[in-house]
Structures are given as C-alpha cells and as structure tokens.
T-cell receptor, first 113, second 109 residues
Framework: DAGVIQSPRHEVTEMGQEVTLRCKPI?????LFWYRQTMMRGLELLIY????????DSGMPEDRFSAKMPNASFSTLKIQPSEPRDSAVYFC???????????FGQGTRLTVV | KQEVTQIPAALSVPEGENLVLNCSFT??????LQWFRQDPGKGLTSLLL?????REQTSGRLNASLDKSSGRSTLYIAASQPGDSATYLC????????FGKGTRLHILP
C-alpha cells in the first residue's frame, strides 16, 4: 500500500477563497483523522470518522471548516472562506479502529495570503 | 478530558549519550500509546506502538515503556546519533488520537 495520500502538498490561496484538501486513507482502515499543526498549538485534532461517519467534530474551529467522507477511500476538508489564520500544515491519518497503529500522510502546507 | 504532556520541550545532548524522553497523560483509559518522529517540514513517522496491556516495546536503539496506572510513558534512545535529531511526539488513543506538543531533540556531533 502507498500509505495515506494527501493532496495537494502545498497550497497558496488568497483570503476569502475556498480551499479543499484531500485524503486517501490506507485501504482497509476504518478510522480517519484530520489534524492541523501550527508552531503555537502543535497538532490539533479537527475531526475524525469511523466507518465514514463523523464521530467527533468538536475540534473544527469554525463553521468555515467542513469535512466529508463520501466513501471508505476518500475524504475532504474544506475551508470556505479561507483566512490568513488558517495557514498551517494539515495532516490526515488513518487506522483500524481501536488499538492499532495510526499512519499519517505527508501533510498539506496551506498558506492564505 | 484527556491531556498529553511532554517534558522537556527541547533537549540537546552530545552524540553517543543515552537519553530519555517523557510523556504523561491524564486519563488511563487508553487503547494504546504511540511514539512518532517528525523531521522539519515533514510528516509523522510511527516509531513504536504500545498496547494498553503491554509494558514496553523495543525497536533497535529505541525502547518505549508504558505505566498506565501512573499515566506515564518514556522513550529511551540508546547511543544517540546526529541522525536522531528531530521532534518526538507522544500520542494516546482513546477513540481519537491525542498528541502532546513534542520534544525537540538535537544531538550534538
């Protein structure tokens, strides 16, 4: 398996634009996590899914953020409208639910100017 | 609410020394604990996974221990090398995975 695949790797956008980040989890994994990493706050969990169903979205900072998982092999994180303070590295991770190892993608570095 | 703390936040040691990184968590009801490594500008690489029923795991020069009752884990690195320089992150899995803020390790040649 190629691991967790995120796209794009880098995204530069203007304030107010819509941004969509994509994630393909490892085949067979049934839990998917979206994280945001900044120097100030470290790794923050935004939302996680089990079996394509959102379980906990309490980490989503505002209504401008939304996430979907239409099937077991694809998830998106959307920011609309984007703001400069959204600039961060966004990671996606997947695992088998419960006591198994989590694997991370390489991340998407988002810059909002 | 589960919180994960890592001490120290940064550490510099001479090459060849053995070292210990610490991780503590507030709620012992975890599925597992995982140690990750992150190089600057890169993603997270899993180093060791300790299940809640286990006490330790070893991989090469790395040894991780888990004491659930006290809410503590340590990552022991033997005979440190400059290539070990990175940020080391501890994470516990409840239903979700919760991270500490990491320890930035610098091995001095």
């Amino acid at each position: 398996d190629a691991g967790v695949i995120q796209s794009p790797r880098h995204e530069v956008t203007e304030m107010g634009q819509e941004v969509t980040l994509r994630c393909k989890p490892i085949s067979g994994h049934n839990s998917l996590f979206w994280y945001r990493q900044t120097m100030m706050r470290g790794l923050e969990l935004l939302i996680y899914f089990n079996n394509n169903v959102p379980i906990d979205d309490s980490g989503m900072p505002e209504d401008r953020f939304s996430a979907k998982m239409p099937n077991a092999s694809f998830s998106t994180l959307k920011i609309q409208p984007s703001e400069p303070r959204d600039s961060a590295v966004y990671f996606c991770a997947s695992s088998l639910k419960g006591a198994t190892e989590a694997f991370f993608g390489q991340g998407t570095r988002l810059t909002v100017v | 609410k589960q919180e994960v703390t890592q001490i120290p936040a940064a550490l510099s040691v001479p090459e060849g020394e053995n070292l210990v990184l610490n991780c503590s968590f507030t709620d012992s009801a975890i599925y597992n604990l995982q140690w990750f490594r992150q190089d600057p500008g890169k993603g997270l690489t899993s180093l060791l996974l300790i299940q809640s029923s286990q006490r330790e795991q070893t991989s090469g020069r790395l040894n991780a221990s888990l004491d659930k009752s006290s809410g503590r884990s340590t990552l022991y690195i033997a005979a440190s090398q400059p290539g070990d320089s990175a940020t080391y992150l501890c994470a516990v899995t409840v239903d979700k995975i919760i991270f500490g803020k990491g320890t930035r390790l610098h091995i001095l040649p």
